[in-house]
Structures are given as structure tokens and as C-alpha cells.
């Protein structure tokens, strides 16, 4: 285990250990100052094998610069991705509840539409007729040619006709 | 070369940006990867150990603060540079000290010419400590089977990446990793007791 742990100090020296591993073995050199210690030869051995002057450090160092940064104000800026994030949620929530309104209203309307009978205009009724019936020929023609209906997909529905006349000359 | 520049480059990315995020843990792996660098830096300009490190303390401490405004348009370690820099230059004004001896140039910085020189600023006992430590470490190394340090020697003293190595020696890359790791080991086994007396 102990090996294990050199091992990744070694690592670390190198740049070798990934970003997550590196902080795990830094949390593990707070319950154990023999590995902060081993890291600070192996950064000597460095340093000489580099021709560097070699500087022994007061084996507080680090520990000092913690102390004061504990009293500094943290981070936090990726405050703007944050919003953005949720700016972006927000607009798929009101987009998804916009789609599911226009499609409940869409499905209402539908069926209205299919049982709706067309709004017939009142036509003179004929004398042998009631006073409330509608001349049935003028019906038909109303029904057929009911543009609403035809927008709506009504069966046997005919689309409105439009004439018009140019004057010959 | 240039992957493991990279590799340290996006390790330094993913720290800022946690730290960015709240994580002040991820700081504290940024400072232990760049302390000894930040105090090799500030020491030419204070040439003092001690107060080189006090110095380098206020330079994470600034740079924590300025995080928040770190867009990644250079490097992090390029950033704190410039930050370690200037505050070695404002503590030197403040203490209305001008030893100004020479003049380091941003670019320049990392070739330590004058190495010898600033060892000789030194204290006596640390200066003896260092001697030794460098002693320790070189003897060990030529004691190393010849794998073990054809490995740890490209990679620190020519900079090559593990996949590079693994190349060079015509080996796998955990190989590599196995070789480099026995070799700190057995040089640690040297260093160790020295430190600890």
C-alpha cells in the first residue's frame, strides 16, 4: 500500500498522475505528512539532477498557504454558464408546454370541428315548409360548399368557390 | 518533450479551473508542484532563503486572489512568473533595499548562469547542507543499475516524456514508470537519513 502510494508521488513528480488521482493522493498527504515529505525529496532529487539550487523548504510551507487561502473567498465563476444552463432549460420546459398546449388545443378542436355542423345561413323557407326549416336543396348546397369544413377535413366537403367575371368587350 | 509540456500544461488547466469552481484544495497542488521553483525565482531577486520564502508565500497568496481573473490566455506556471517576479520587486522596494546587482530578464530567468553566485549568498550551514544533499544524490545515482538511470536521467535531466523514454529504450511505458520510480527510491534511501539528522 505504502509502495503504492510512493508510487503515485512518483507520478506526480512527472505530471504523470491524472488531475482526480492527484488530488486524491494530495487529500491523503493531509492525514499523512511522510508522503508530503517524500515528495519534497523526490523534488530535490529533481532539482539536483536538473543542476538546480536545491532549496530545503520549511515542511510548512504549503501548509501555511493553506491556512491563509482558508480565509480567502472562494470561486465561483462559471456563475454565467450556470445561468445560461438553466436559461436553456427554461426555454425547453416553456417550448415543450407551448407544444403540448398547441397540441391539446389542436386535438380539441378537431372533433368540434368534425361534429360542429356547419352554421347554416337562413334561407327563405319555402310556404309549405315550417317557419323554422331551412329549404333542404339550399342546405346541401351550404353543406357542400362549407369552407370551414373543408379546411377541417369534413368528409364530402367541397372547398368554396370563388367566381369571377371579366367584362368582355 | 513537447507532450509532457503539454500534459503539464492541461494538469495545470484542470487545476485552475477547479479552483475557479471552488475547489481551494486544487491550490494546494499547484503550490507544491511550484514551490521550489517559486522560491529558486524570488531568491535571485531577495538573496535571502528565509525571506525568499516568506516572499514566495505572498506570490501563491496574490495569486490565489487573481484567479478569479486568470482566462488561460498564457500558461499558469508563465502567469505566476510574472506575479513571483514582481513581488520580489515590491518587497525589495519596501524594504528600500537596492541590490540591484544585476537584472533578470523575464526571458532569461530560467538559465541559471549565475548559480554558483547565489550559492555563495548563502548561509554557511545551508550552504554545507547543500553541498551534501548534492553529494548524496550524485553518488546514489552513479550506483544505480544502468536502466534505472538511463530512465530517471531523461526524464529530469533532458525532460523527455515517458512515452519518449519508452521509445528511447525500447521498452513499455510502465516499465518506464517502474524504472524511474525504483531509482527516486534508491536515492531516497541515501537522502532520507541525511535530512532526518
Known sequence: MQEQLNEKISLLVDDELACDQAMSILKTMTTEPNLKSKLQRYQLISQVLKNEPCYILDSHFADKIHQQIRHEPIFFLPAQKSKTKWRKTGLAVAASILLAVVWIVGKLNKPETLSREPQMASAPVPAHLPANAVNPRFKDYLQAHDNLGYINNAPGVQPYARVVGYQQE | ?197
Open chain 2, 1 to 197: 518533450m513537447n507532450e509532457d509540456l503539454n500534459h503539464s500544461v492541461d494538469l495545470d488547466q484542470q487545476l485552475v479551473l477547479r479552483v475557479q469552481q471552488g475547489d481551494k484544495s486544487a491550490f494546494d497542488l499547484l503550490v507544491i508542484k511550484y514551490q521550489h521553483r517559486i522560491v529558486h525565482l524570488v531568491n535571485r531577486y531577495v538573496k535571502d532563503p528565509t525571506e525568499a520564502q516568506d516572499v514566495a508565500q505572498d506570490t501563491f497568496i496574490k495569486a490565489y486572489r487573481a484567479l478569479g481573473d486568470f482566462r488561460g490566455e498564457s500558461a499558469f506556471y508563465t502567469w505566476l512568473y510574472r506575479i513571483a517576479i514582481n513581488t520580489a520587486k515590491n518587497y525589495l522596494l519596501s524594504r528600500s533595499r537596492r541590490h540591484f546587482d544585476y537584472e533578470v530578464e523575464v526571458q532569461d530567468a530560467e538559465l541559471v548562469e549565475n548559480a554558483a553566485q547565489l550559492k555563495d549568498l548563502d548561509t554557511p550551514d545551508s550552504s554545507l547542507m547543500n553541498e551534501q544533499i548534492v553529494e548524496v544524490i550524485k553518488y546514489a545515482i552513479e550506483n544505480l543499475p544502468e536502466e534505472m538511470r538511463i530512465a530517471i536521467t531523461l526524464r529530469e535531466f533532458e525532460g523527455m516524456s515517458y512515452e519518449e523514454i519508452a521509445d528511447a529504450m525500447d521498452c513499455p511505458i510502465g516499465t518506464v514508470r517502474s524504472r524511474i520510480f525504483r531509482a527516486r527510491e534508491a536515492i531516497d534511501e541515501k537522502l532520507q537519513p541525511l535530512l532526518d539528522n
